[in-house]
């Protein structure tokens, strides 16, 4: 055997070591060690292993020896082969010890060995390929108990010399048929090894065979893939058989070698055995050229796409979009006219995806001319594609005589116009059609481009010139488009909507404010909701800005201060409760300073009042702060003990005594770790049941008690 260097020695037992799930990066670290450095520690691992040290001890020795065993572990190692615990990592540092010792070792327990731990041994010297112990693997391929006579056969395989393949192949008729299977993997292992030494053709040899033996199936299967490989080229009859064979097994391996043989010959092959194919075939076969990439098979697969079975059909034309190019539009093209509507939908889709600015091209000249049904389809591929050099035919398309040929026109016209034609679409919505069909899709379409302008404040200011002329309707839809715009210019025009004369339009102004999708609008909300003469709009755009603060990522700070100016801004009870909310669900010693200014409000005091103690408790109520500002809604410190609680129904029920004292503080609230009862208590006590709180308690020395439904904020009433 081969001298390892220590490094070597490391990856080889990272390797085995990530197999077994054991962490290998300590032993890597140790591939460094000074020569000296190793062999104190190779003397001390070996002392471990000879003394009383617990196995769990004795086996980390073991791993680590493998890293700094040599000749004078061997013997120690060796003896563990018998050891039921230990025989697995003694093999571990054996396998990659490079002293020839080993091999002498391991030949000579297979006369002393039984069972799993001689199958392990045999493991062993296949995974050392030692070929000196060919006869003693010989002896064992003829062992009575199938798996070690079945270990024996794979470590010849792997040792892969000249008397191993002989040995192998005399077993291979003569041994049980319980063997059989793994004296044909170790000849696949040789034939393996012929080809990686460049004999190809001893590969073929032994490959045929164990596919023409009686073997197991999946043996017969891996040889015959073997044997395609091995050959190349002259492989391609036996890759043909397996695809026209009855069997399924068979023809899911020539379907996978198939992509692993290179060569025009068998591209060649492939074609040929595509035309003849039965229908349901074709498809494979398709799907196995498009994986080899050859552009040589761009012929066969159009000549499928126009004429094979549905299915193969449809899938020559899926693949064309991998294999395909500006020749294939087309086939494409009569494809996606066909009344078979599977057929159809797959080239429309290919068309819309085919790459290269030659498709563009050539589908924009065929626009113009098109007629028909073929007109409706380029229209429709023009927009999913975006060809700009589309755009003159479908704005012609766009009045044309048939309503269908205007519609699609006007829907391809959102994804394909731009800037300098927008004004086609405004015009359309400003000044819409008859047919709702039409309108709707000119306002789709006008909603499609203006989201993909670059400049959205020149966006906007086309929507606003034709504001100017447009019935109300339109105004209003254009308004609409300008909420998805967005930016400084829609901002400004749609504030001014909603102070418009027009009732429709500041209905229409104030409504879209509310649902504006950015943080920039909350001063126009505010300033709507501080000097608008209708309450309608006055509360439309307050609790527009109270989904600002809900809803939009903001600094604590801010989001403090915009619920101080709603709060000051609001005149309705309803509003000050949304607030109030919004304040809860973001605690902040901040938002706890407005929770304070809200309970001087004598309408919401007392909700405000708890929720300022909910916050405290959230944002730690110890604090001089916070114990300052509670004081000012009349929150002073207590002391509270918690005597008792019990949580269920009726006799179902649970103490949660403990859990209750964990979470009380300073103050009456409690605060659970979870909103909901049964996960903050570990479980539910009665499934399916209305469930109480039930808490006996002292506050300040008082005693108390309190019940609270099922999820309902803990907060204890101050006793009389």
């Not at 989904?547 to 709603?566: G, H, N, W």
């Not at 304070?596 to 959230?618: D, F, H, N």
């Amino acid at each position: 055997m081969n001298t390892m260097t220590c490094k070597t020695r490391c990856f080889l037992l990272s390797a085995l070591l990530i197999a077994w799930g054991i962490a290998a990066s300590p032993l890597q670290a140790a591939a460094a060690d000074a020569p000296n450095a190793a062999a104190e520690r190779e003397a001390k691992l070996i002392a471990t292993l000879q003394s009383d040290a617990p196995p769990q001890e004795k086996a980390i020795a073991c791993k680590h020896l493998a890293i700094y065993g040599g000749k004078d572990a061997v013997p120690v190692l060796t003896a563990l082969l018998g050891d039921e615990q230990l025989a697995a990592w003694a093999r571990i540092a054996l396998e990659v010890i490079p002293d020839p010792a080993v091999d002498a070792a391991l030949c000579e327990s297979l006369g002393k060995l039984q069972g799993r731990l001689l199958i392990g041994a045999i493991n062993s010297i296949g995974v050392r390929r030692d070929a000196q112990s060919n006869d003693a693997l010989a002896a064992r391929l003829q062992d009575a108990d199938a798996d070690v006579a079945s270990a024996a056969a794979v470590a010849l395989g792997r040792i892969a010399a000249a008397p191993s393949v002989k040995l192998l192949e005399q077993a291979l008729t003569a041994a049980p048929v319980d063997v059989r299977g793994a004296v044909a993997e170790g000849l696949i292992l040789c034939a393996e090894a012929r080809v990686a030494a460049g004999q190809a053709d001893e590969a073929r040899r032994l490959y045929d065979l164990v596919r023409q033996a009686d073997v197991p199936k999946l043996r017969a299967l891996e040889a015959t893939r073997g044997a395609i490989l091995a050959a190349g080229p002259a492989g391609v009859p036996l890759l043909i058989e397996q695809l026209q064979s009855t069997d399924r097994d068979a023809l899911a391996l020539g379907l996978r070698t198939a992509r692993d043989l290179a060569g025009r010959s068998v591209t060649d092959a492939l074609m040929a055995e595509l035309g003849r194919a039965a229908p349901e075939r074709q498809a494979l076969l398709i799907q196995v050229l498009a994986d080899r990439g050859d552009a040589e098979a761009l012929p066969a697969v159009l000549q499928t796409a126009k004429s094979g079975s549905v299915d193969a059909r449809i899938a020559a034309i899926r693949v064309l979009k991998r294999l395909g190019d500006a020749s294939c539009v087309p086939v494409l093209l009569d494809a996606a006219l066909e009344t078979e509507s599977a057929v159809a939908q797959a080239a429309a889709n290919v068309l819309a995806d085919l790459s290269g600015q030659a498709v563009d091209s050539d589908l924009a000249q065929r626009l113009p001319k098109a007629e028909g049904k073929a007109r409706l389809v380029l229209i429709e591929i023009a927009g999913r594609r975006r060809i700009a050099a589309a755009v003159p035919a479908l704005l012609k398309a766009a009045d044309d005589n048939d309503a269908e040929v205007r519609v699609a026109a006007l829907t391809a016209l959102g994804y394909a116009v731009d800037f300098r034609d927008l004004s086609v679409l405004v015009a359309r919505v400003a000044s819409p059609p008859q047919a709702p069909a039409e309108a709707r899709a000119a306002e789709a379409a006008l909603l499609a481009a203006c989201i993909r302008m670059p400049d959205r404040d020149a966006c906007a200011g086309k929507l606003l010139a034709a504001m100017t002329q447009a019935p109300i309707p339109a105004r209003i839809k254009l308004l609409e488009t300008l909420t998805a715009v967005g930016g400084a210019k829609a901002l400004e025009i749609m504030a001014a909507a909603a102070q418009d004369a027009t009732p429709e339009i500041q209905d229409a102004g104030s409504r879209l404010l509310g649902e504006w999708m950015s943080v920039d609008v909350g001063p126009v909300l505010l300033e709507l909701a501080k000097t608008s003469t209708e309450d309608r709009y006055k509360t439309r755009a307050l609790r527009g800005y109270i989904r600002l603060v809900r809803q939009f990522t903001m600094p604590e700070d801010q989001r403090a201060a915009m619920c101080r100016i709603a709060l000051q801004v609001a005149d309705r009870d309803a509003e000050r409760k949304l607030i109030l909310e919004v304040m809860q669900r973001n605690p902040s010693i901040d938002m706890l300073r407005v929770a304070v200014e809200a309970a001087k409000m004598p309408s919401v005091k007392t909700e405000a009042a708890t929720i300022a103690l909910a916050i405290a408790q959230q944002v730690g109520g110890q604090s001089a702060d916070v114990q300052q500002l509670l004081t000012q809604v009349g929150h002073e410190s207590v002391k509270i003990e918690i005597l008792k609680a019990e949580y269920g129904a009726g006799t179902q029920g649970k103490d949660v005594t403990e859990m209750l004292r964990r979470h009380v503080r300073d103050f009456p609230l409690i605060a659970l770790p979870t909103s909901g009862y049964n996960t903050a208590f570990g479980g539910d006590p009665a499934p399916g049941i209305v469930k109480q709180l039930k808490i006996q308690y002292r506050m300040n020395g008082k005693p108390g008690e309190a019940t609270f439904p099922e999820n309902a904020m803990i907060l204890l009433p101050v006793p009389r």
